[in-house]
T-cell receptor
Framework: NAGVTQTPKFRILKIGQSMTLQCTQD?????MYWYRQDPGMGLKLIYY???????DKGEVPNGYNVSRSTTEDFPLRLELAAPSQTSVYFC???????????FGQGTRLTVV | AQSVTQLGSHVSVSEGALVLLRCNYS??????LFWYVQYPNQGLQLLLK??????LVKGINGFEAEFKKSETSFHLTKPSAHMSDAAEYFC?????????????FGSGTQLTVLP
């Protein structure tokens, strides 16, 4: 059972480039989340989804987009990378939003 | 809107000493509460959770936490610290926000265990 898998683990982007962070889960969870983690700031919710075809903004959505075409996958898209998007990104999933969330190993992104 | 406050961004204890990590939340209704641990370069792992029922909950690695509604607190404790407990700890609350539940995290507490 792989749980939540994120790719890539590390990435360096130049300002203005775009990329997609991949996230897939094999637990048939309906809720999925994207967080960013910055030192001393905890985790901030970027976007979340309560099921296939349904997404909503979290606390810090600007500069990001998501889609949820299947239960398993929840990719995060950065269209025009900016230095402020340098962070560690975590994908997570949970059942119905009331049980614990399971986290991926994270993607460390640097924008230069 | 809910918020989570973790008092002390860094806590140091000696090996064998009591660990106490503080978490307070603001919520108009009792939320679901969680403690997560993060080891270096890893994702978050659930330590324990409170949903309903007994207010003292036990988790993995000897940790426990008590939900105190009157104090809106959910402090994490461990009677005797071990070197392997050194990590960052996050308190989180799950509450209805808009049309769905959202998980909100505190800013984290870095625990150092001194030999």
């Amino acid at each position: 059972n792989a749980g939540v898998t994120q790719t890539p683990k590390f990435r360096i982007l130049k300002i203005g480039q775009s990329m997609t962070l991949q996230c897939t889960q094999d637990m048939n969870h309906n809720y999925m989340y994207w967080y960013r983690q910055d030192p001393g700031m905890g985790l901030k919710l970027i976007y979340y989804s309560v099921g296939a075809g349904i997404t909503d903004k979290g606390e810090v959505p600007n500069g990001y987009n998501v889609s949820r075409s299947t239960t398993e996958d929840f990719p995060l898209r950065l269209e025009l990378a900016a230095p402020s998007q340098t962070s560690v990104y975590f994908c997570a999933s949970s059942w119905e939003g009331i049980t614990e969330a399971f986290f991926g190993q994270g993607t460390r992104l640097t924008v230069v | 809107a809910q918020s989570v406050t973790q008092l002390g961004s860094h806590v140091s204890v000696s090996e064998g000493a009591l660990v106490l990590l503080r978490c307070n939340y603001s919520s108009s209704v009792p939320p679901y509460l969680f403690w997560y641990v993060q080891y270096p370069n890893q994702g978050l792992q659930l330590l324990l959770k409170y949903t309903t029922g007994a207010t003292l909950v036990k988790g993995i690695n000897g940790f426990e936490a008590e939900f105190k509604k009157s104090e809106t607190s959910f402090h994490l404790t461990k009677p005797s610290a071990h070197m392997s407990d050194a990590a960052e700890y996050f308190c989180a609350v799950s509450e209805i926000a808009g049309s769905a539940r959202q998980l909100t995290f505190g800013s984290g507490t870095q625990l150092t265990v001194l030999p």
